[in-house]
């Protein structure tokens, strides 16, 4: 509804000004839409925008008030709104199952996430890198787009070798009830303590690297022992994220079947190539002093030969490619960039994100000093039952505990993805569960309430006539989720869309209280309770589309 409305306002403009760019935006708080194409006519026309931005309103008004669309001219300025119709039609859409859905896209599009090393439990520092990637992902997918997400699982790196040779020579049974991931991590801290008091461990630790790369058998099943083991615990805890992966690549299987060999014989070939001691690539000319390092001077490759391998593979079998990145990658993720490009390979994007942090401070999982992503969702979700429980004491401590479990999940995701990816942050639990403070809790029981008012409401019939303000500010907000699924596509930034919900939220809340709904007199209760189920619609849409759960009772 909102594009067809832009595009019918965008071709009234150009038939009337004959302009390729007829500067059309948002309204702000006074109209749907905008224009400021007066001023540019007027360098050419040699008169006042506001002369020429009342005579385009003559020439475009008759023509658009057949599409409900208003247009006010103020100063020099075009202000269109959108009238009864188009919020019908929006509320009559919205009120359909898969509101917001939108045509299908041709081709496939691969986004690569997480992607943790496996030497220990996803941290408080992985998990906004889940939670950026599976938004992303759902939003393509709501999009129109044939989605494959992607894991790619560092089985070769020397964190490996060094967790494989603690497995082998170290005596650390795993505790009854522990997870796989946080077993793994136990054995590769002791195993860097073992390593830091007698250096000479890092003989066997090389010659570990070096059978790995040759396709040891033996070292080959010891590094997949214990790679498999960390990952099996690294997908609960995906799991209790809502953070699904179609496939995890295994690193080793581009050494394997030869495809890492042939990229470096290509890479090597290029004049950009370097075989000083090492084989590197020399990227000046793309303004890198540092030179991208592939094989090492023992002859053994290094991650960056694989990960180049990985992504011809990838642009082999899908049309584009999208990775999400810490901050501390810009440096090899460019470099990646520029080498796929000299090779004359499809050029991943890259989404790069700053850090989210506890009040604790750093993490390091080397050191043993993290916060795992564990602890975090187990720690939210014990506050999160203690709201809960004190909102709702009438309620069995099973419903308790399921409807905390919705809510502290809905927590963590939602701080994470509501601030832009450029901006580093601080979770701090006392925020993400205040529900009354725009956070997940508030978006979930704003989503509970329509439930709650439908479900009193019994059954009605469907009314399309809005009239007061509240009522049609929020349909005119719902009207914009597609919108903001195609902005989020476009900009590969899903913090778009958490503030869309809280908007949305916000104006369904402002609504409730100023537009009563079951106290109504019956056809404008029938019209309000049609509003009310469009926006329980629309927002169940949304927080699933955030990877949060729609909950119906709070």
Excluded at 297 to 317: C, F, I, N, P, Q
Excluded at 330 to 338: N, S, T
Excluded at 370 to 376: K, P, Q, V, Y
Excluded at 399 to 417: L, P, T
Aim: aromatic content about 8%; overall charge negative.
């Amino acid at each position: 509804m909102y594009q067809d409305a832009y595009r019918a306002v965008e071709t009234a403009l150009k038939d009337a000004t004959g302009a390729a760019d007829v500067l059309l935006g948002d309204g702000g708080d006074h109209a749907d839409l905008a224009s400021t194409v007066a001023f540019t006519l007027a360098k050419t026309q040699r008169k006042s925008p506001m002369v020429i931005a009342a005579e385009v309103t003559a020439a475009i008004t008759e023509p658009l008030a057949e599409e409900g669309i208003s247009v006010i001219t103020t100063g020099p300025y075009i202000n269109f709104i959108f009238g009864q119709k188009y919020v019908a039609d929006v509320v009559k859409a919205a009120s359909q199952p898969g509101y917001g859905d939108l045509p299908d896209v041709p081709g496939q599009v691969c986004i690569e996430h997480t992607s943790a090393n496996p030497n220990g439990p996803l941290h408080v520092g992985h998990i906004r890198n889940s939670v950026i990637g599976d938004t992303l992902a759902r939003v393509f997918r709501k999009a129109g787009h044939d989605i494959d997400v992607q894991y790619y699982l560092n089985d070769m790196g020397r964190q490996i070798a060094i967790v494989s040779w603690g497995f082998d020579f170290l005596t650390i049974p795993q505790n009854e009830g522990e997870k796989d991931d946080h077993y793994v991590a136990r054995v590769y801290v002791a195993a860097n303590h073992a390593l830091e008091a007698d250096p000479s461990i890092k003989e066997e630790i090389d010659r570990r690297m070096g059978l790995i790369e040759q396709g040891d058998p033996e070292i080959v099943e010891k590094f997949r022992r214990a790679v498999s083991l960390c990952a099996e615990g690294i997908k609960v805890t995906l799991n209790r994220l809502n953070v699904p992966h179609d496939r995890f690549v295994w690193e080793s299987g581009f050494v394997q079947d030869g495809s890492m060999t042939a990229i470096l014989n290509r890479a090597e070939a290029l004049p950009e190539a370097s075989h000083v001691d090492v084989l590197a690539m020399d990227l000046t000319a793309f303004g890198f002093e540092k030179q991208y390092v592939l094989r090492r001077s023992d002859g053994t490759s290094v991650y960056a030969a694989r990960d180049l391998a990985y992504h011809v593979w990838k642009g082999e079998h899908f049309d584009r490619l999208i990775n999400v990145l810490g901050a501390d990658h810009k440096l090899i993720g460019a470099q990646l960039q520029a080498t796929m490009k000299l090779l004359g390979e499809k050029v991943p994007e890259i989404i790069f994100f700053e850090f989210v942090s506890l009040p604790e401070g750093s993490m390091s999982t080397r050191a043993g000093k993290f916060i795992s992503a564990d602890e975090l969702i187990n720690e939210v979700t014990k506050k999160a039952f203690e709201e809960v429980t004190t909102r709702r004491p009438e309620l069995s401590e099973e419903e308790c505990r399921a409807i905390a479990a919705s809510v502290a999940i809905g927590a963590v995701r939602y701080d994470i993805v509501r601030v832009s990816q450029e901006k580093s942050t601080v979770f701090d639990w006392r925020q993400a569960l205040d529900f009354e403070r725009q956070s997940a809790p508030y978006i979930q029981y704003s989503h509970a309430r329509a439930c709650s008012i439908l479900e009193k409401a019994g059954d009605f019939t469907p009314v399309y006539e809005l009239s007061t303000e509240s009522e049609i500010a929020l349909a005119k907000q719902i009207g914009l989720f597609p919108v903001v699924l195609r902005t989020v596509v476009e900009e590969l930034h899903p913090h778009h869309l958490a503030i869309y919900a809280r908007d949305l939220a916000d104006l369904f809340n402002a609504f409730y209280h100023t537009d009563p709904v079951l106290k109504a007199e019956a056809g404008v209760r029938d019209a309000r309770l049609t509003l009310v189920r469009a926006a329980q619609n629309t927002l169940s849409e949304v927080l699933e589309t955030l990877g949060i759960d729609a909950i119906r009772s709070m």
